[in-house]
């Protein structure tokens, strides 16, 4: 597309959305990675709320040909059963700094092979133990509670615990990007890549603000 230059550069989706957020680690105060999930239950009730984004794929990656987008997360927590019941989920990462967001809609699936095992060997060691220790969005009884439930995962898994069965990786595999950039009068550029299948070629068209 003609007019699609500066910001909006590029011809694969994934290596735009690295780029603008590599911007934003030198722009945004806190967690520049932060995305604002959104899923549905089995009663097609809507959630959201605000994840870390670990890995942009480009496309092909290296074991996924189409391209995504990860996050991790304990497989019994909400999002994570609603992501796998559903097989969709939907995403917008906003960046104040910047004037910018990207939104994303697409099919989802686990990583749950040796990714998924050498991003939870990256945690610090009390993030890895809280990982085993949390039965996440669960109720809990006391703060005190869950800090002896740490205790005695340390006790049993010592200093180095592998990755639970139970925690990993969300990827979202995109059949739809939108890029969006702040515009002088409220005049924004919005550009939207969209493929009808996850094995169809992009196709990008301007939006109106």
Do not use: C
């Amino acid at each position: 597309m003609s007019d699609r230059d500066g910001i909006f550069v590029g011809a694969d989706p994934f290596e735009i959305a690295q780029r603008w957020l590599k911007e934003a680690e030198a722009t945004e105060i806190n967690d520049p990675n932060a995305i604002a999930l959104s899923t549905v239950d089995s009663d097609g009730m809507p959630n959201a709320r605000m994840v870390l984004l670990k890995e942009i794929e480009p496309q092909p990656a290296e074991n996924n040909p189409f391209g995504g987008f990860v996050f991790y997360t304990n497989y019994g927590s909400p999002k994570a059963r609603e992501a796998e019941g559903a097989g969709k989920a939907a995403f917008v990462m906003h960046w104040k700094s910047l004037r910018r967001q990207i939104r994303v809609r697409g099919v989802t699936s686990r990583e749950e092979g040796p990714q998924a095992d050498a991003y939870y060997m990256s945690r610090s060691i009390k993030s890895r133990l809280g990982a085993w220790a949390s039965d996440q969005s669960q109720p809990l009884t006391s703060r005190t509670h869950l800090i002896a439930e740490v205790a005695k995962i340390t006790a049993q898994k010592g200093a180095n615990p592998k990755r639970p069965p139970f925690w990993g990786g969300v990827r979202i595999q995109p059949l739809e990007i939108e890029f969006w950039a702040d515009g002088a009068f409220r005049l924004h550029d919005r550009f939207v890549w969209r493929r009808y299948s996850l094995e169809s070629d992009w196709d990008v068209t301007r939006l109106n603000p």
